[in-house]
């Protein structure tokens, strides 16, 4: 009996050791999970035929997440039947609230709505086919997104294929199938119905798959596609531009302060404002800085009443060249508001063999500048009164001159030197500045600048700049090449030429772009969403040039 018992108590000893010894403890470390869910089978089928379920349920290899499915899930054709779906471990089952429509070939696309349930490492290529009907429609297209200004790949940039109808607007109605681009800018649209569609690519910021043409970027197939067995799937490619494509409107025409005010929906460009021929000359017309209102002022010596009223004939286009004539009738009233404070900016002073030149820009109209009161300082001590200034109003109306003073430096020397004793006599000048005082600009409402202002005439030695060649070879006859620095401001732009010298450039990283006119209209045409249009063509020089002072650089391969 003693002799069981203890064999008894040693194998219960060594069980309780045994037990204690593997008792289970959390593991640490390990290499991190990389490896996505695999589908392993699906109820009804990939690629089912005359399925009428509403309720889709899905098995992998491992436990699965879908948090962001509402958001990832994209069904085509484009359908509203909303769905809600359930987890258990590795299944997933989506149930829809309405049945499909009949004979018609469906799409899930899951993207990245479906991972493992601890690394979220999404299922790769999740798509799911299946048809209402007896069979399942097979086309496809392919192609790329790019941008027109830069072009590099256009990510995540919806494209679309809508049905053609009389009442197609990308803005109302969402499109029939649709996929999202990759970031390399390449989508494929799958399990299409033949049939002719427009194709229409836009960046849908706010989700809804509708075209948001004032801040969304756009790109425009420029035909009807037809889409059937003997289409080349991977010819589609579309380039994408980001201007505010809304149709141009005038919002409102009314007085505003000392000025009469015509606000439109977006930036415009003036071609023509005529003015009522009795008060033209009283009546100065400008543009806002950001170019969407026409302020007119009215001269102080023009006497009318408040009910009087003046007719304006307006002729604006906006980016798209969307014409836009209007008349409105300007009144102005009294009031005792002061004006805005006159402010300008004057740049780029530079001289040339018999003039000085410079800009300047306004925020009003200037009615006048008194030579008398501008003033050129010779090295520092000798300021000299210009006998003549003009200012030349740029086109637009944007309150930008062209300042020039006809002049030869000779003379300014000549001048400088008569005011000085002999021993002190300049040979030549090695700085000059400009100075406006206060009461050298009077503008339309008859106020000054509140303080004065210089510019120093930039003289950069000719030692120090460098000399660009450039031959084009090209059978185009209309087009812009722009000589762009490394900041992207356009230096030097010229037309139409093959043979192109720009000598006297600073030191920088220049990039060449070329704007072609195809339609030779004078004008580089942007893609237009409402005539279905595509931009014209921009020619971008592959390789940036590096220029040093006293460089001479030749480029002789612009080809396009």
């Not at 049945?99 to 999404?122: L, P, Q």
């Not at 109302?172 to 399990?191: I, M, R």
């Not at 600048?449 to 660009?468: D, F, M």
């Amino acid at each position: 009996m003693s002799r069981i018992f203890i064999s008894l108590l040693t194998v219960l000893i060594a069980v309780f050791t045994f037990e204690q010894c593997a008792n289970p403890t959390a593991i640490t470390g390990g290499e991190k999970d990389t490896i996505p869910p695999t589908l392993i089978e699906s109820w009804p089928g990939i690629q089912s035929l005359e399925v009428d379920e509403r309720s889709f349920t899905y098995v992998f290899s491992e436990a699965i997440n879908a948090d962001k499915l509402q958001q990832e899930l994209l069904i085509t054709p484009t359908t509203d039947n909303k769905f809600t779906y359930l987890i258990k471990k590795n299944v997933l089952t989506l149930k829809f609230e309405e049945s499909f429509s009949d004979s018609t070939t469906y799409t899930f696309n899951f993207r990245e709505g479906v991972g493992d349930a601890t690394e979220r490492n999404s299922v790769e290529n999740f798509r799911f086919a299946f048809s209402t009907g007896p069979f399942i429609d097979s086309l496809s297209i392919r192609g790329k997104v790019t941008s027109t200004s830069t072009q590099d790949a256009a990510n995540d940039f919806l494209v679309g294929l809508y049905i053609i109808s009389d009442t197609l607007l990308t803005t109302a109605v969402k499109p029939y199938y649709f996929y999202s681009t990759d970031k390399n800018g390449y989508y494929e649209l799958e399990n299409l119905r033949a049939g002719k569609y427009l194709l229409f690519t836009f960046k849908d910021t706010n989700n809804n798959l509708l075209f948001n043409p004032k801040d969304e970027s756009f790109g425009v197939y420029p035909d009807t596609i037809q889409i059937d067995n003997h289409t080349k799937a991977d010819t589609f490619n579309i380039s994408t531009v980001s201007i505010n494509a809304a149709q141009l409107r005038r919002i409102s025409a009314r007085p505003s302060g000392n000025q009469f005010q015509i606000r439109y929906s977006k930036p415009i460009v003036v071609k023509m404002i005529d003015i009522d021929s009795k008060y033209s000359r009283w009546i100065y017309p400008q543009l806002s800085p950001d170019k969407s209102e026409i302020l007119l002022y009215k001269h102080k010596m023009l006497d009318i009443t408040e009910e009087d009223s003046i007719q304006v004939f307006l002729h604006v286009k906006d980016t798209l060249q969307h014409p836009l004539l209007d008349t409105v009738f300007a009144k102005f009233i009294t009031t005792q508001r002061k004006p805005k404070e006159l402010t300008l900016s004057i740049n780029n002073l530079s001289q040339g063999r018999d003039t000085l030149k410079f800009d300047i820009a306004s925020s009003k109209p200037i009615n006048e500048i008194l030579a008398s009161d501008v003033f050129i300082k010779i090295d520092t001590v000798i300021s000299i009164n210009p006998d003549t200034l003009y200012l030349q109003p740029r086109k637009g109306f944007t309150g930008e001159y062209n300042g020039i003073i006809p002049v030869k430096l000779e003379t300014l020397l000549d001048s400088a030197n008569s005011l000085l004793p002999d021993t002190l006599k300049l040979m030549t000048a090695r700085s000059m500045e400009l100075t406006l005082s206060t009461s050298s600009v009077l503008s339309i409402e008859q106020d000054t600048l509140s303080e004065p202002l210089s510019i120093p005439l930039t003289q950069t030695k000719v030692e120090n700049l460098g000399t660009l060649n450039l031959k084009i070879e090209t059978e185009k006859t209309s087009f812009e090449l722009r000589l762009l620095n490394k900041k992207g401001d356009i230096i030097r732009n010229s037309f139409n030429q093959k043979h192109i010298t720009y000598d006297n450039l600073p030191p920088d990283t220049y990039r060449i772009e070329i704007y072609i006119d195809s339609n030779q209209n004078g004008i580089w045409e942007v893609a237009n969403p409402w005539k279905n249009t595509v931009s014209e063509q921009i020619y971008i020089y592959p390789t940036t040039t590096e220029l040093k002072a006293n460089w001479i650089i030749d480029i002789e391969t612009i080809s396009f």
